[in-house]
């Protein structure tokens, strides 16, 4: 690659290489992970989403996995955010129609998102099986829907080009409840920007009818969920989350 980096991160760096972006992961990356993640990117480019148009998955000359699909010239929402404080609810309005556009999309073959957040839950070793326990019970009650859920949306996530906002980076998505995509993504703007956070949620919840408890009953699952990246700077405030009270 001898284009410009454009993400540097742990298990894969994002490159320019002309009109395309190539997604080049560390070797010894799990190819199913790599294969998921292009299958998951086709799938919602064919239901209609605005996203980058996937070109090709294969190996480089040094044998690593890549993802190539359209580079999109723009800003992502985060760094427009950081640089316009002022126009904070603009950019979380424009931010949920994106959302909720996609929560109007099914994709019956993605993975269901109760039985991937179980599988998290499980492998958690930072949480005693009292927690676990509660935590699987509350995730068990929860209703079932078959909703487009992108399971990690947020600003960094979001390009806004000169033809419209494009979605990026479908290698957690599921078909799922809605209200635990908007949870995680809640949560991810609180790690951030409360303010953002606050008012997205009550956006969400006005603008769908959606009792602000019902988003809110997620919080902990969603925490938990979260904790499985291990990181440090993050596990104070999501372990404080496992401990939500259920109002309902």
């Not at 690593?64 to 126009?87: C, F, N, V």
């Not at 998290?120 to 699987?136: A, F, H, K, V």
Request: net charge negative.
């Amino acid at each position: 690659m001898n284009e410009k980096i454009l993400i540097a991160s742990g298990n894969h760096n994002v490159y320019r290489e002309g009109n395309y972006t190539v997604k080049v992961f560390q070797k010894g990356f799990p190819k199913s992970e790599v294969l998921r993640e292009a299958m998951h990117m086709s799938l919602v480019e064919g239901l209609g989403m605005h996203v980058p148009e996937l070109h090709s998955v294969g190996l480089t000359e040094d044998g690593s996995w890549a993802i190539t699909y359209d580079y999109i010239e723009g800003r992502t929402l985060m760094q427009l955010m950081e640089e316009h404080p002022e126009k904070l609810e603009e950019y979380v309005d424009g931010m949920l129609d994106c959302q909720l556009e996609m929560f109007g999309k099914k994709a019956p073959l993605l993975n269901n998102l109760k039985s991937k957040m179980k599988r998290q839950i499980q492998s958690l070793d930072c949480i005693n099986d009292i927690t676990r326990y509660e935590l699987l019970t509350k995730l068990n009650s929860m209703p079932d829907h078959a909703k487009l859920c992108h399971g990690d949306f947020c600003p960094s996530n979001i390009i806004v080009g000169e033809d419209g906002w494009y979605i990026l980076d479908w290698i957690h998505a599921s078909q799922g409840n809605a209200s635990a995509d908007v949870a995680r993504t809640y949560l991810l703007l609180a790690l951030q920007n409360l303010d953002a956070a606050y008012y997205y949620l009550n956006q969400f919840c006005e603008r769908t009818g959606t009792a602000k408890i019902y988003v809110q009953n997620w919080l902990p699952l969603v925490a938990a969920a979260q904790l499985t990246k291990k990181r440090p700077e993050e596990s104070e405030l999501l372990q404080s989350w496992l401990n939500v009270v259920d109002t309902d």
